[in-house]
């Protein structure tokens, strides 16, 4: 793989998986402040705590991330595997990457290509698992699929 340019690191976080909210706009006076709710700071940190055990330094090179969310199972959902419900993948996604930026890599922009899917969680319980591969060569990204 490194000849190819290529480190991939995999990691998971333990928990069930917080969505990016929309940032709260608080007025007071004539100021208006906007702040991102605590769940999801606290779920951000989490990420990047996580994510700081495993990589060394941010990459500056693109990167290609894949994201699949162990959700808590219902026991309504007993025979199910894909999670059709909320919350939305792409909120899902946005709370990974922004945790990983400084981290995993040096901004979320470096993010060339992504996959992410919802499935429901076995006896270990709800986790996200998080691959990141660095793309150093420019090379069709059918190269680096998982």
Known sequence: MEALGLRRVQFRVEGKAVPKARARVVTKGKRRFAFTPKRVKEWEEK????????????????????????????KSRRHDFWVPTTPDLDNL?????????????????????????????GSDG??????????????SLSEYSS
Do not use: C
């Open 47 to 74: 990420v990047k705590e996580e994510a700081s055990r495993h990589f060394e330094a941010a990459s500056d090179w693109p990167v290609v991330v894949s994201l699949i969310f162990y959700m808590p199972r219902p």
């Open 93 to 121: 996604e946005k709370s990974i990457l922004d945790a990983l930026n400084g981290v995993a890599y040096t901004d979320d922009r470096l993010v060339v290509a992504k996959s992410a899917s919802k499935r429901y969680a």
């Open 126 to 139: 709800p986790y996200v698992q998080v691959t990141v591969t660095s793309v150093k060569d420019q090379r």
